[in-house]
């Protein structure tokens, strides 16, 4: 098992300067110190059709009335400001960038539990005989004694048999080297929404489930102590 | 005095126009069939157990403005996406788990 870096074709050239975009980095790093709720503000912003702040803050009540503690509140003004940005980018491309910011945040997140120069980003896994995949892993950690494989989604709809199916077979030949990978699929949505949409696929059982309410667990001793699909 | 079964029935309303909006994609429909079945059913157990408290009236803008949200939410990809997003937004201004 090693890894290499996607091919540079031109949709990759493209998506690589939205990753680079430091929008995304700074969302990453906000959501990263974020609670459920506020992750969920995100969400709502990003897909959302307002562009008022106001109207967003009565939306969510918990995180930005007198209940609301100072940093807390302070971390949901930054959080909103930086979704209304990506938001306001039109549609085409907030779609992008909310891919991108998943991404961004799941390497923070890991980045807490392994050296962060251990965390990579579009890279292939190859193994010895088998025909390379064409699509990059979102996210990989690279052990020396261990790896781990994220494709990252923004919401439940983006699981499909396609994604799981890669991911599996990435653990199966793996462990077909003997050697250790953790499959996952990280997606920024409700654990009930990705049920909903796993129920009507076969399961995967190599792979596992982070939502967006176990997205704290990346960070843990324990990586994706989640769901398996 | 708005109850907080008055506040599900709303969001169960704007679920049910972002869930035909949604259903404008074909290949989805089963999702969006089960997506909605999945969260109404969740906000009614929060109604079962709590529908007859009183709203606090931060709770009850706060549905307001979701359920307008909802409302002008015309791309059914975004409204599948809103699907799960409204449900949540609404458990959290009602204090409660997704």
Redesign the interface.
């Known amino acids: 098992m090693r890894f290499q870096d996607a091919a540079r074709d031109a949709r990759a050239v493209v998506y690589a300067g939205i990753q680079a975009d430091p929008v995304v980095a700074a969302i990453g790093g906000l959501l990263a110190e974020a609670s459920t709720?506020q992750r969920?503000l995100a969400?709502?912003v990003m897909?959302?059709?307002?562009s008022e702040a106001a109207?967003w803050r009565?939306?969510?009540?918990?995180l930005f009335?007198e209940a609301a503690d100072g940093d807390g509140r302070a971390r949901s003004e930054a959080i909103l400001r930086a979704s209304l940005d990506v938001a306001g980018r039109g549609?085409q491309a907030r779609s992008q960038y909310r891919g991108a910011i998943v991404e961004a945040l799941t390497a923070v997140l890991l980045g807490r539990r392994v050296p962060p120069a251990t965390v990579h980003r579009e890279r292939r896994i190859l193994f010895d005989g088998v025909r390379a995949e064409i699509h990059p892993y979102d996210v990989t950690v690279e052990l020396p004694d261990r790896a781990e494989a994220y494709d990252c989604k923004?919401?439940?709809?983006g699981i499909n048999d396609e994604v799981l199916l890669q991911l599996e077979s990435a653990n199966g030949n793996a462990q077909a080297e003997e050697r250790r990978l953790l499959a996952a699929l990280v997606v920024f949505?409700?654990?009930?929404?990705c049920?909903?949409?796993l129920?009507?696929l076969r399961p995967f059982p190599g792979v596992r489930l982070v939502g967006l309410?176990s997205l704290d667990a990346l960070g843990r001793a324990k990586a994706a102590a989640a769901v398996t699909t | 005095m708005p109850t907080v079964r008055v506040a599900i029935n709303r969001a169960q309303a704007a679920l049910a126009t972002l869930t035909a909006r949604g259903e404008a994609i074909d290949d989805?429909w089963?999702?969006v069939t089960?997506?909605e079945a999945?969260?109404r059913a969740?906000l009614e157990e929060v109604a079962a157990a709590r529908g007859g408290e009183s709203l606090a009236p931060?709770?009850e803008?706060?549905v307001d403005?979701?359920t307008a949200?909802a409302a002008?939410?015309e791309?059914p990809h975004?409204a599948?996406?809103?699907?799960?997003?409204l449900p949540?937004?609404v458990l959290?201004?009602l204090?409660e788990p997704?």
């Open positions: 709720a969920l969400r709502a897909n959302g059709t307002t109207d009565t939306m969510f009540p918990t009335g549609e923004w919401g439940a709809r949505d409700a654990r009930r929404s049920r909903v949409r129920a009507r309410e | 989805e089963q999702y089960d997506l999945a969260w969740r931060e709770a803008s706060a403005r979701l949200e002008s939410i791309d975004r599948i996406d809103w699907m799960s997003t949540q937004a959290l201004a204090g997704a």
